[in-house]
Structures are given as structure tokens and as C-alpha cells.
């Protein structure tokens, strides 16, 4: 078995930091979203006011966030790498967990053969012995059940960051989407000069994004209490590592 051994803590503290970088990762790419999908919409609103006065203005902004997301969307695989590495994180730290509780399954079964050989041999010592071994297969038993306790939450967390993946996914689709539309918007504007027309075609409200916002905020909560979980776990843990 690895001789490199880890505490429920050391996992603990590492997974609650690759937990808030995922979580950055899809904030960056919501706010990119909202923040430009908001400043279109007040773009729109103003269009109707004084078409002349904002021609020049429209133009200059919706060119800046057409540039945006194109931007974004020509680079979505490096968004997609970065938080799939960051996911691969997260299950590496599970199979620490799960080297650790190997280990302790094999030190276990360790105590029960010697148990047996006490058995076997008899003698002056051996029930002493005996009584030794099961106290100590007991406090690797209480330990058996934490690690277990842990890699149940990882298995929770990994539903909540594969849901993560597929909505920066459905981000980063809208975002490419958006940059199609916007883009032929600032042609027709360019070519006909009249931004109530050219912003009477976009779309108020961008598909799925208030149900998406939405799903985000509710697997945040979920995540964040896992992530306590883990520490409680972890806090409540009387383990030393359990060496080799």
C-alpha cells in the first residue's frame, strides 16, 4: 500500500478550495453573460428615445460586447479545460480517500489473522494479546466509518459539479449563440442606420438564463453544505494518518 498518507482535514481544507475555484470559474462566465445581456437590454430601452442621438453610442456598444463574447466564445475550450482539471482535482482527492480507507481495510484484516494465530498458538499471553487486537480492529473500524462517511459526500459532490459542467457549457452556448446575433445586429445597424429597427429584432430576455441563474444559486447551497459536511467530518475525526 502508498505510504503517503492523508487527513481527513488536509482533504477537507483541499476540497473547499478547488469547490470555491470551480465556483469562480462558472461566476466568471455568468457575469460575462448578465452583465453584457443587461447593458443590450438598456440599449435597447434607450433606442427608442432618441434614435439619432444614439446611433453612434449603440454602435460603439454593442460592438464592444459583440468583441466580448466573441472572444469568449473562441476561447470556451480553454473554459472547459480549466474547470474540467479542476474537477479532476476533486476526484483525485476521492481516491486519497479511498487509498485511505484501502489501507485501513488491509491493517484490519492484519489484526484478524494475528487474532486467529493467537488462537491457534494458545499460551500464557494470549488472551491478552487477543484483547488487544480487538480493541485495536475497533478504532480501525470507527476509523473505516469516517473515511466512508467522506467518500459518500465526494460521491454527492461530483452530481453538483457535473451539473456545474454542463450549465458552463449552456453558458458558453448562449454566449456563442449571442455573438452571432449581436454581430449581424451591428451589420443591419451599420448598413441602415436606424437602431429602433436594428434593436426591435433582439430578443428582451435571453433563453433559459433566469432558470439556469437559478439552478446555479440551488447547487451552490447544496455544494457549500457538503463542503461543511466534509469539515465536520473531518473536525469530529480522532484519525491520525494512519501511516503504512
Given at each position: 500500500?502508498?505510504?503517503?498518507?492523508?487527513?481527513?482535514?488536509?482533504?477537507?481544507?483541499?476540497?473547499?478550495?478547488?469547490?470555491r475555484?470551480?465556483?469562480n470559474?462558472?461566476?466568471?462566465?455568468?457575469n460575462?453573460?448578465?452583465?453584457?445581456?443587461?447593458?443590450?437590454?438598456?440599449?435597447?430601452?434607450?433606442?427608442?428615445n432618441?434614435?439619432?442621438?444614439?446611433l453612434?453610442?449603440?454602435?460603439?456598444q454593442?460592438?464592444?460586447?459583440?468583441a466580448?463574447?466573441?472572444?469568449?466564445?473562441?476561447?470556451?475550450e480553454?473554459v472547459?479545460?480549466?474547470?474540467?482539471?479542476?474537477?479532476?482535482?476533486?476526484?483525485?482527492?476521492?481516491?486519497?480517500a479511498?487509498?485511505?480507507?484501502?489501507?485501513?481495510?488491509?491493517?484490519?484484516?492484519?489484526?484478524?489473522?494475528?487474532?486467529?494465530k493467537?488462537n491457534v498458538?494458545?499460551?500464557?499471553?494470549?488472551e491478552?494479546?487477543?484483547?488487544?487486537?480487538?480493541?485495536?480492529?475497533r478504532?480501525?473500524?470507527?476509523?473505516?466509518?469516517?473515511?466512508?462517511?467522506?467518500?459518500?459526500?465526494?460521491?454527492e459532490?461530483?452530481t453538483?459539479?457535473?451539473?456545474i459542467?454542463?450549465?458552463?457549457?449552456?453558458?458558453?452556448?448562449?454566449?456563442?449563440?449571442?455573438?452571432?446575433?449581436?454581430?449581424?445586429?451591428?451589420?443591419?445597424?451599420?448598413?441602415q442606420r436606424?437602431?429602433?429597427?436594428?434593436f426591435?429584432?433582439?430578443?428582451?430576455?435571453?433563453?433559459?438564463?433566469?432558470?439556469?441563474?437559478?439552478?446555479?444559486?440551488?447547487?451552490?447551497?447544496?455544494?457549500?453544505?457538503?463542503?461543511?459536511?466534509?469539515?465536520?467530518?473531518?473536525?469530529?475525526?480522532?484519525?491520525?494518518?494512519?501511516?503504512?
Open positions: 500500500s502508498s505510504s503517503v498518507t492523508s487527513s481527513p482535514e488536509q482533504l477537507a481544507m483541499e476540497t473547499k478550495q478547488v469547490v475555484d470551480i465556483r470559474e462558472e461566476q466568471n462566465v455568468f460575462l453573460l448578465h452583465d453584457n445581456v443587461q447593458k443590450i437590454n438598456q440599449l435597447k430601452g434607450q433606442a427608442g432618441d434614435p439619432a442621438k444614439s453612434n453610442e449603440a454602435v460603439t454593442l460592438e464592444e460586447v459583440t466580448v463574447f466573441e472572444d469568449k466564445a473562441a476561447h470556451k480553454e472547459r479545460k480549466e474547470i474540467l482539471q479542476k474537477v479532476g482535482k476533486l476526484h483525485d482527492l476521492k481516491s486519497r479511498q487509498d485511505e480507507l484501502a489501507k485501513l481495510q488491509e491493517k484490519r484484516s492484519g489484526f484478524q489473522q494475528e487474532i486467529a493467537a498458538e494458545g499460551g500464557n499471553h494470549a491478552v494479546k487477543k484483547k488487544a487486537l480487538n480493541q485495536a480492529i478504532y480501525v473500524d470507527e476509523q473505516i466509518r469516517i473515511w466512508n462517511k467522506f467518500i459518500d459526500t465526494y460521491t459532490m461530483e453538483q459539479i457535473n451539473a459542467n454542463q450549465r458552463v457549457d449552456q453558458f458558453l452556448a448562449i454566449i456563442e449563440a449571442s455573438a452571432i446575433v449581436y454581430r449581424e445586429a451591428l451589420n443591419l445597424l451599420t448598413l436606424d437602431v429602433r429597427q436594428a426591435s429584432l433582439l430578443s428582451e430576455d435571453v433563453p433559459e438564463m433566469e432558470r439556469l441563474s437559478q439552478e446555479m444559486e440551488e447547487s451552490w447551497k447544496t455544494l457549500d453544505k457538503q463542503v461543511q459536511e466534509l469539515l465536520s467530518i473531518s473536525e469530529s475525526s480522532p484519525l491520525a494518518p494512519t501511516g503504512s
